[in-house]
């Protein structure tokens, strides 16, 4: 008798050890969903409810006695649980450590590091007496100005470079021209991605903290209202947000109450007032050696219209993110070789594709995207082939079979796509399509009914002659108007109804003689 009493105690403990591990996983996984809010509220309060009622049953069948195989069955389902509970919070905290980030709006403070060489005799601020520091002043000049401020407080004699982007910066300090580099910590992390050995070969001898002052200036709820969204592509070597020449201009017209994307492709080449040069004309490729938000401010004063948010992204990452997701399906316009990833000229590292719809690997979708050689298709065509890319993407991403590779694309990302836009508009937007899982459609807005002609360009002095640039035409920039307008002003219908009997009541003429109508009518019963 002693003897069962014992067993039934540890079995009951063991069965709590289980229920407790079960517990801890759900409010990890219970607060990990209501932090992110990513999941539409009803789904997870009914998941919570549910598993509530679960934990509650077992807790239950615990004080009783039960059969062996109940016992069994028992554990195994609160161990199926545990993990479920606890992959799920892993992921979704995961996810909201990813985009915060990838998110300038959303870092709530800046941590910015102080670079030097590994084997340099530098070990403090106060050793960079009479050195040269390197300082960003392209997307990260406010950061550089904070950090000038503060050593201005500490140094006796500050010297300095300045440069619009890290990668001359980074190599101007491996080569021992300038003896340190400020850098915020997301662009210290691209560097180490991107330059090899970076971190190997430099140490962190300083370290300040800025407070992010950048506030989110759209308040659109865009579960509802129309927005726009600019993606900016860098097809160079180096991360996405250096201050470099943008090959790919996406601006994405998105109708949440319509389900509706109008993708406008801009021309690289077209020719729009710079704003980073008193508006002077320049090419649009030019303006984000400038960093982007002179992109943007640029195709703002070209429009007419707002860019509620944009993204910049290198298109490096299109290997790495395409077969992330395991391939694309894309109608290829027409049959090419192009070079690799590497740019290579050897023949055996060609890319060729054949004309036609096919699903294609991360090099095969890189080669489309630079092709432009063949004549007849240039610029407009490679355009149309980045569309038909991120159109891809964009239904790929949407197929309910990618959160198997969603662990991967969280590792990717942050390393090549820097955006404004806030993780708590992310997750709205897509708290509000898992709600409603309707199917959207994208259309394009091609640049082709202008032309090409020489013309001197801002970013270019004079004497170095004209560039050939794009001319929009009048039509084309009327259609993006009339896209956007399409999508923020929709026409609301109101609720609206009659009968037959008053419908002469609301005529407008005076002195109206209903008798008048029914005389032509018998007089023309047609």
């Known amino acids: 008798m002693a003897k069962q009493k014992t067993k039934r105690y540890y079995t009951r403990t063991i069965d709590l050890i289980f229920l ?79 985009l915060q980030q ?65 990668t001359p910066l980074i190599n101007a300090l491996l080569q021992d021209d300038i003896q340190a580099l400020v850098m915020s910590e997301s662009a210290y992390q691209m560097a180490c991605t991107y330059t090899q050995d970076f971190k190997d070969n430099t140490k962190i001898i300083h370290k300040i903290i800025k407070e992010n002052t950048e506030q989110e200036e759209t308040k659109k709820d865009i579960q509802k209202e129309a927005f726009t969204f600019y993606i900016s592509g860098v097809d160079s070597t180096g991360s996405p947000d250096q201050a470099s020449r943008t090959d790919t201009n996406l601006l994405l017209i998105v109708n949440p109450r319509a389900n509706q994307i109008q993708m406008v ?45 944009y993204a910049r992204v290198s298109f490096d990452s299109l290997i790495e993110i395409i077969d992330a997701i395991g ?71 949407m197929n309910p079979k990618t ?8 590792e990717i990302i942050p390393n090549y796509v820097v955006t404004n836009m806030p993780v708590s508009q992310m997750a709205s937007f897509i708290s509000a399509e898992l709600k409603t899982l309707q199917p959207w459609s994208i259309s394009s807005i091609s640049s082709n009914t202008g032309a090409y002609d020489q013309r001197y360009t801002a970013s270019i002095p004079i004497e170095e002659g004209k560039s050939s640039v794009y ?41 109206f003689d209903e008798s008048i109508v029914w005389d032509y009518m018998a007089e023309n019963p047609s």
């Open 20 to 98: 407790t591990v079960l517990f801890i996983a759900y409010l990890y996984a219970l607060v990990a969903a209501f932090r992110f809010q990513i999941l539409p509220f009803s789904w997870v309060l009914t998941t919570a409810f549910i598993i509530a009622l679960i934990f509650i049953f077992f807790f239950l069948i615990s004080l009783m006695k039960a059969k062996r195989w109940i016992i069994i069955w028992k554990r195994i389902i609160i161990t199926i649980l545990c993990v479920f509970l606890g992959s799920f919070g892993f992921l979704f905290h995961k996810t909201y450590a990813t």
């Open 102 to 166: 990838m998110s300038k709006n959303e870092q709530e403070d800046i941590t910015v590091y102080t670079i030097t060489r590994k084997l340099s005799s530098i070990t403090s601020l106060k050793d960079l007496e009479n050195k040269i520091i390197g300082f960003q002043i392209g997307d990260e000049k406010d950061i550089s100005a904070y950090a000038q401020a503060s050593f201005m407080a500490q140094l006796n004699n500050l010297q300095y470079e300045e440069n619009l982007s890290y």
């Open 265 to 309: 492709s801009l021309p690289r080449d077209g020719y729009m007032p710079n704003s980073a040069l008193q508006y002077q004309n320049d090419k649009l490729t030019h303006t984000g050696i400038y960093g982007i938000e002179a992109s943007v401010k640029t195709i703002e004063n070209f429009y007419g219209f707002s860019i509620d948010y």
């Open 327 to 397: 391939g694309i399906d894309v109608d290829v316009e027409i049959s090419f070789c192009e070079q690799d990833e590497n740019r290579s000229f050897a023949k055996e590292d060609q890319i060729c594709l054949v004309k036609g719809k096919q699903h294609i690997n991360g090099k095969q979708a890189l080669a489309y995207a630079r092709h432009r050689k063949t004549a007849g298709y240039d610029n407009p065509g490679r355009e149309r082939a980045q569309q038909r890319i991120i159109k891809g993407v964009i239904n790929e991403l």
């Open 403 to 410: 959160i198997l590779h969603m662990n991967t694309l969280l």
């Open 471 to 511: 001319l929009f035409s009048q039509e084309e920039v009327h259609q993006v108007l009339n896209a956007y307008d399409g999508a923020t002003k929709q026409l609301q219908m109101q609720n609206f109804n009659f009968t037959l009997d008053e419908l002469y009541l609301h005529t407008p003429l005076l002195n």
